[in-house]
């Protein structure tokens, strides 16, 4: 790997470092004076940030916990924005979700979600589905992502730990599920090192002793004055590296900080003993579809290979001192790819084979075969290298859930935190279906298998069986094709 933006110490690089999303300034024309400008600014009403700080006044005095959180950042944004509308308001509402009732994760172990900031994401990754799926309603980066109401998050700790009154979350809460950190956007973008709003989160869980898992693509939470709240009995913390190829990831994840920054992060954070993970996902497809696995695999001239996801990433994840690797094969929509193919020059579709694998008129997967395959190479090279493996089967169909189980080294927890983590007990796959109804807005209404809903981890299935009765296919040399460089 190589990365001319080395990150030398994990202090702020300053305003040059194009991680860090700083407070817009204000507009000024030629057709408007500056005194003027200045005089129009003091006048600017900001009625969200004052009801927020009316709100907060009151929770200081209701709540034991001690708040010091900065909330004139609410103003500075309405200020800033006066004149220029954010597409639905300078705060994100509705934070905390429950999302297993949808067909895509209903074994999920950790679908209780919450992102500290919405509407966008400076990652800015070309496959994130939350991106497809805003861009369609204007509110991707429409212009910034935005914080949320953090008063949001200290009210529903306060009524459920502090409180006899009524809350829809109690029942999660008080069960200690823990928190999935980060999804529709990543809560630890660099621009949090100006608003603070994931730093005074993790205060609130720190305090009311709640565990979390924080999934993100970002070296911030590797800043002394994060890992300073990051405790071992509570916190695990998923890096995503899809790739080390930093030339490419420039292309593919434009606003994330290198791989090379994000392993010295895992780094840190493993020295410092907290327990870490690194996700290869989405991988992405090496070479075309049924090249390892189909025997009558053919192909008209050089075999392609996209440099991207490789299997060597386990030898440089391993150098770092991390104990786990998550693997998930991406399943990417046509927006996706075409979004990828013009930021590369590089058609990822001829990888897949839509006449064999068609499981959507949206998305492109590879076959369960393949798939297999790679997940097995993963573990191979885990295995040699001393790292604890598992799958993550999110968008690839719930059978992948029950068919890789003897991919997991810990037979309780897809993700391996459970037993890692001392606080870790619960999870969201023991909540009933009739419950997860009650939250979330996308959902299934029955469960895709009734029987198997909360069938425990860890029993070999039938499906497991005949898995492992196939013979593993030969591997073939990775060197034999054509490479594709950027």
């Known amino acids: 790997m190589s990365d001319h933006n080395d990150l030398v110490s994990y202090e702020l690089k300053g305003p040059s470092d194009s991680n860090v999303v700083s407070f817009p300034t204000p507009e000024v024309t030629t057709s408007t004076p500056i005194k003027e400008k200045k005089k129009s600014k003091e006048l600017v009403p900001t009625p969200t940030y004052d ?89 991707w980066n429409n212009p910034i992502p935005v ?33 999935r950190v980060g999804c529709m956007s990543d809560s630890f973008m660099w621009m ?48 995503s590296v899809a790739s080390t190829n930093d030339k490419l990831n420039k292309l593919i994840e434009p606003g994330t900080p290198s791989a090379k920054r994000r392993l010295k992060a895992v780094g840190k954070l ?19 579809d049924g090249y390892f696995t189909d025997p009558d695999f053919k192909w008209d001239g050089d075999v392609p290979k996209f440099n991207y996801t490789t299997f060597d990433m386990v030898d440089e994840i391993a150098a770092t001192g991390t104990p786990s690797i998550i693997t998930g094969f991406g399943r990417f929509s046509g ?98 279906f009739e419950d997860r109804l009650k939250f979330a807005s996308q959902k299934c209404s029955t469960p895709i298998d009734v029987k198997n809903l909360h069938t425990p981890v860890g029993e070999v299935s039938e499906s497991e069986k005949f898995l492992k009765s196939i013979k593993r296919p030969k591997s073939k040399e990775l060197d034999n094709s054509t490479e594709v460089y950027i």
């Not at 209701?62 to 308001?89: M, V, W």
């Not at 898992?213 to 998923?238: G, M």
């Open 192 to 239: 949090d090192h100006k608003y603070k709003v994931s730093q005074e989160f993790l205060k609130i869980l720190n305090y009311y002793d709640y565990p979390y898992t924080i999934l993100t693509r970002s070296d911030l939470i590797a800043r002394d004055d994060y890992v300073a709240l990051l405790r071992k009995d509570l916190c695990s913390v998923q890096f």
């Open 335 to 432: 927006y996706a790819l075409n979004n990828i193919e013009k930021a590369t020059g590089i058609d990822l579709k001829p990888y897949f084979d839509r006449e064999k694998v068609c499981k959507s008129s949206r998305d492109w997967h590879f076959s369960e075969k393949e798939i297999r395959y790679y997940y097995e190479e993963f573990k191979r090279r885990c295995d040699k290298a001393g790292v604890e493996k598992t799958v993550c089967y999110i968008g690839n169909g719930e059978s992948q859930f029950w068919d890789h189980q003897d991919l997991w080294s810990n037979k309780k927890d897809c993700c391996n935190i459970k037993d890692r983590v001392s606080s870790f007990k619960a999870d969201t796959r023991q909540v009933l």
């Open 270 to 288: 493993a020295k410092e003993g907290l327990w870490t993970t690194v996700r290869i996902n989405p991988i992405f497809p090496i070479h075309p």
């Open 147 to 179: 914080p949320i109401d953090i008063n949001e998050i200290r009210t529903m700790f306060y009524t459920v730990f502090e409180t006899d009154k009524k809350s829809k979350w109690r029942k999660l809460l008080e069960q200690r599920i823990p928190l």
């Open 51 to 139: 009801k927020i700080s009316i709100n907060a006044k009151k929770l200081d005095k209701l709540s034991k916990y001690p708040c010091d959180f900065d909330y004139t950042i609410y103003k500075q944004l309405e200020e800033r924005y006066a004149h220029k509308n954010i597409r639905g308001g300078i705060v994100k509402n509705n934070a905390m979700k429950l999302v297993n009732s949808h067909s895509s994760c209903q074994q999920c172990f950790y679908a209780l979600e919450i992102d500290t900031y919405g509407r966008g994401c400076s990652h800015n990754c070309l496959y994130c589905y939350a991106k497809a799926q805003l861009t369609v309603y204007g509110y």
